[in-house]
C-alpha cells in the first residue's frame, strides 16, 4: 500500500537555526497538510495546502513557518530562527479527491536545544 | 473550552473486553476521523465519517450528528490494540480543512 514517507525521522538543532522538514505524500493525492503534536499534548492542525497554496493555516502557522512544494512530489516545512517551543513531532499527511481519509507519515521528530 | 473531548483519558482492559470511547465536538463539522497513534507516534487513520456507522473489523464507529458525539467501540479487545485513540474533526464545510483534534485515549489491553 502507497505511504506517507517523512525525513528525517529525527532532527536536532540548535535554537536560530533553520530547518527543513521533508515529506513524499502519496502520487496521486492533491491535498497535503502539517500537523504538530508536543510531547505529552494533542496534535494540532498548522497548514494545508492544495493547488499549489495554501488553504487554510492555524494561528500557530505564523511568518516563523512555510510550506513549499518544489518538484511535484516533495512537500516541505521550514521553520526558519527555531526556538525551544518548536521542538515537537511534526507530521505530515495527504489525500486525495472528495471524501477520503488522512494518510499521515510517521513524523518527524524536532528537538531544538 | 475544547472543541473536542474524548473520555476516558485512560483506559486499562483485559483481552477480550468490549471497549467503547467517546468523543464529543461542539463545531459544526463536515467529517469526523478517528485515529490510532502507536506508542512509536505514527498515526492511522481508522474512520471518517459523518453520519451512521462504519465497521472494520473488531472495529466500529458510530456518529450521532445531533448530539454531537461519536463512538469507537473495540470487540474482542487484544494486547495489540493498546495505543492512543485520537478523534479528530473537520471543521466547517467546503474547502476548509481546518482540523481540531482530542487529546487521545491511552488504551492497554492486558493479557
Known amino acids: 500500500e502507497p505511504e506517507v514517507t517523512q525525513t528525517p525521522s529525527h532532527q536536532v538543532t540548535q535554537m536560530g537555526q533553520e530547518v527543513i522538514l521533508r515529506c513524499v505524500p502519496i502520487?496521486?493525492?492533491?491535498?497535503f497538510y502539517w500537523y504538530r503534536q508536543i510531547l505529552g499534548q494533542k496534535v494540532e492542525f498548522l497548514v494545508s495546502?492544495?493547488?499549489?497554496?495554501?488553504?487554510?493555516k492555524s494561528e500557530i502557522f505564523d511568518d516563523q513557518f512555510s510550506v513549499e512544494r518544489p518538484d511535484g512530489s516533495n512537500f516541505t516545512l521550514k521553520i526558519r530562527s527555531t526556538k525551544l517551543e518548536d521542538s515537537a513531532m511534526y507530521f505530515c499527511?495527504?489525500?486525495?479527491?472528495?471524501?477520503?481519509?488522512?494518510?499521515f507519515g510517521n513524523g518527524t521528530r524536532l528537538t531544538v536545544t | 473550552k475544547n472543541e473536542v473531548e474524548q473520555s476516558p483519558q485512560n483506559l486499562t482492559a483485559q483481552e477480550g473486553e468490549f471497549i467503547t470511547i467517546n468523543c464529543s465536538y461542539s463545531?459544526?463539522?463536515?467529517?469526523l476521523h478517528w485515529l490510532q497513534q502507536h506508542p512509536g507516534g505514527g498515526i492511522v487513520s481508522l474512520f471518517m465519517?459523518?453520519?451512521g456507522k462504519k465497521k472494520h473489523g473488531r472495529l466500529i464507529a458510530t456518529i450521532n450528528i445531533q448530539e454531537k458525539h461519536s463512538s469507537l467501540h473495540i470487540t474482542a479487545s487484544h494486547p495489540r490494540d493498546s495505543a492512543v485513540y485520537i478523534c479528530?474533526?473537520?471543521?466547517?464545510?467546503?474547502?476548509?480543512?481546518?482540523?481540531?483534534f482530542g487529546a487521545g485515549t491511552r488504551l492497554t489491553v492486558k493479557p
Open positions: 499527511a495527504s489525500k486525495g479527491t472528495g471524501y477520503s481519509p488522512l494518510h
Open positions: 502520487s496521486n493525492h492533491l491535498y
Open positions: 495546502f492544495y493547488n499549489n497554496e495554501i488553504s487554510e
Open positions: 463545531v459544526g463539522i463536515s467529517a
Open positions: 465519517l459523518s453520519s
Open positions: 479528530a474533526v473537520t471543521k466547517g464545510f467546503g474547502n476548509n480543512n481546518d482540523m481540531r
